[in-house]
Each structure stands twice: as C-alpha cells, then as structure tokens.
C-alpha cells in the first residue's frame, strides 16, 4: 500500500513539475524598429561579452539582448561590431570569431572560426564592409576576406604586424599595422587593393598605429598612440592618391570619426577626457570639447556619428569594470538623452538600425 502511495506521489509531482515548465510564458523578444545596437567589450578573459538593443520609439535599453535572442552569451572581448546587409558581424577577440546574427532579430547565423591551419587563434581586431564583402583585421597579421552571401572566408590577406583599425579610401583599404604584440611596435599602414585583395605597399606613420578614418577627399587619418613613453602620440594624414604623408602633430587619440569636415576624437589612455573636434587641415583644435552643455563623461571610449541626423554618440566606459553608459548629443554637443547597458562593461561601438 505505501509503495503505491508513494507511486502515484511521485506520478502526481512530475505532472505538476511538467505543468509549471509548460505553463511557463516564454522570453518574449521585443521587436527590433529604429534604434541602435551597443556592443558591450566586457573584461578580458572574463566572458562577458553582451549586446546592448536601445528603441527610439520606446526610449528603453534592452539588457543583454543577444542573450535573449539566443539563451547563450557571445563569448569574450567583443571588439567591433558592423551592420552591412542586413546581418550584425560582432567581432570577438579573445573568442577568435566573427559572430554573424540577424540585423533585426540578434538570432544567430553562423560563428565565423578565426583560426589557423594548426588550431592557433587569429584574435580578429577590427571589421569594415565593401561591395558584398566583410573584412577583418587580425592580430595574427592578417585582414580576412568574408563574402556576405557564403558567409565563408575566401581570403588572407598578408599585412603587417598585429593590425588594427581599418579605413577605405576609393578602392583601397588602410590597415594600421600596431605591433602591440610584438617585441617591438610597428610603424605602418599597409595599402590593400580592393580588387585584387594584395597588399600593394605600406607606408610609414607612426609608432604604435591604432585608429584609422578617411575623409570624403581622397584623405586617410591615423592615430599613432606612440610607445607609452618617449615617443608621443601622433596624428597622421595620409593622401591616398599619393599615399604619402602630408601632414603630422603630436595630440593623442583614442577613436577618431570624420564627419561633415572635422575630425570628433576621443583622447585614448594618453589624452583628453574629452570630446574634441579637429581641423583636418592641421589638427588644431576647432572644440576643446565637443560637449557644450556641461554633461561629463568619464571615459570616453567610443564614438559614433548618426550621418543621417548628425548626432553623435559617446560611450563611456567609466572604470572598465563598472556598468558603462552611453550618450546622445546633437551636432551642437547639447544632451539629448543617455542610457545605461546594465549589466554591459566597457561600451565600445554604437551602429544605428532603421525600419
């Protein structure tokens, strides 16, 4: 008698348990409309890597939103992320893979491996899109090749020494050649045909090149962050139809975008906390500080232009360790709003999303 009591017990508890785990409302994803997507970097070796989705409509963050989407993280030390085709390619450097979700959903697609014939990781670094193809920086030396469509990588290419950010300029590509894992840094950009996909040649820049931007004039910006000691930061301007150097200053810069004829900078490890506005011509200061409403930013450790509104957006990384934050200004550096990526750390890139 007690073992069927404690039969139909057993038989009655595991109809409740499945009743509750059926009943239970499933993680309802919010509709992606116009906003911007954050890429949260997360802490070195500590994966925790997360997406930030933020709705002009509603004026409300989505925390941890490719987790949601996908009920596992993205991995560790998110780098750069683009949006080209409909699809969103994070790049994650300590994981060793581009990440490719859909634009409108953060729903995978495929994990792109980033790593060599024996198994040693590339640590992909920095992306940008051309015609149909998505190219990667790696530390490894290399710039890959993605084609949109397979969402395969149908090149290496050959560069130089742990490269880093990236531009385009007509049908060339500018890759900042670091040597920031090297025993000694690198100085070089290295100039890749877009048609054939070679490296053509490298020109001399700087020591310690990072962050690269190009202007609508045939013009390639460089931060050279120097070596942390007696060699100072630069700023480079390349011409890319000579691709020669025409003009250099001692100022450092973290992240630089150009936009409607000025250069918007973030001052890097060795610089301003601010956000300044440089001539392109010589690299005087035409803001100080782009802010101009007294809003503070910690540390400012991204940046981003909205092209079709010219508001400019501002990650700030706060300690690197606490949750960060990111801010809106109108093209006259007045707040428009700001919003916490809880749990994010370490806001690095901001791409804008429209419906």
């Known amino acids: 008698m007690k073992t069927r009591i404690l039969t139909v017990a057993v038989l009655l508890l595991t109809f409740i348990s499945s009743c509750k785990k059926n009943d239970a409302p499933p993680i309802k994803i919010p509709a992606v409309t116009t906003g911007v997507y954050v890429l949260n970097e997360g802490n070195f070796n500590a994966n925790n890597t997360t997406l930030t989705y933020y709705s002009f409509e509603t004026g409300t963050p989505v925390t941890d939103f490719y987790q949601q989407a996908n009920g596992s993280g993205l991995g560790d030390t998110g780098n750069d992320m683009l949006l080209y085709g409909g699809k969103v390619y994070i790049v994650m450097n300590v994981s060793s893979y581009v990440e490719v979700a859909d634009a409108l959903t953060a729903k995978t697609v495929k994990k792109i491996p980033f790593e060599q014939a024996d198994g040693v990781k590339r640590q992909p670094r920095y992306a940008v899109a ?16 993605i084609d949109t469509a397979s969402l395969n990588v149908e090149k290496w290419i050959d560069a130089g020494s742990n490269p880093e950010g990236m531009a385009i300029s007509g049908d060339r590509l500018y890759v900042a050649n670091s040597g920031g894992l090297s025993a000694e ?49 630069r700023l480079v301007k390349v011409n890319a139809s000579s691709n020669t150097v025409t003009f250099s200053a001692d100022t450092a810069v973290g992240k630089l975008r150009f936009y409607n004829g000025a250069l918007y900078t973030t001052g890097g490890y060795l610089g301003s906390p601010n956000v300044r506005m440089l001539s392109i011509t010589d690299f005087s200061e035409l803001s100080a500080n782009f802010v101009t409403d007294g809003t503070t930013i910690i540390t400012p450790y991204g940046i981003n232009i909205d092209e079709e509104s010219g508001d400019v957006y501002v990650t700030d990384a706060k300690n690197y360790v606490s949750t960060g934050e990111v801010f809106c200004f109108d093209k006259n550096g007045k707040k428009k709003f700001s919003f916490s990526v809880t749990p994010g750390v370490a806001p690095n890139t901001v791409a804008f999303i429209r419906q």
């Open 130 to 145: 051309y015609k149909n193809k998505v190219l990667v920086s790696s530390y490894d030396g290399t710039v890959a090749v």
């Open 185 to 233: 840094y690198d100085s070089t950009l290295s100039v890749i045909d877009l048609t054939s996909f070679e490296e053509l040649q490298k020109i001399t820049v700087g020591i310690n090149p990072g962050a690269v931007t190009a202007d609508n004039n045939g013009n390639v910006y460089v931060a050279c962050t120097g070596n942390y000691g007696e060699v100072s930061a």
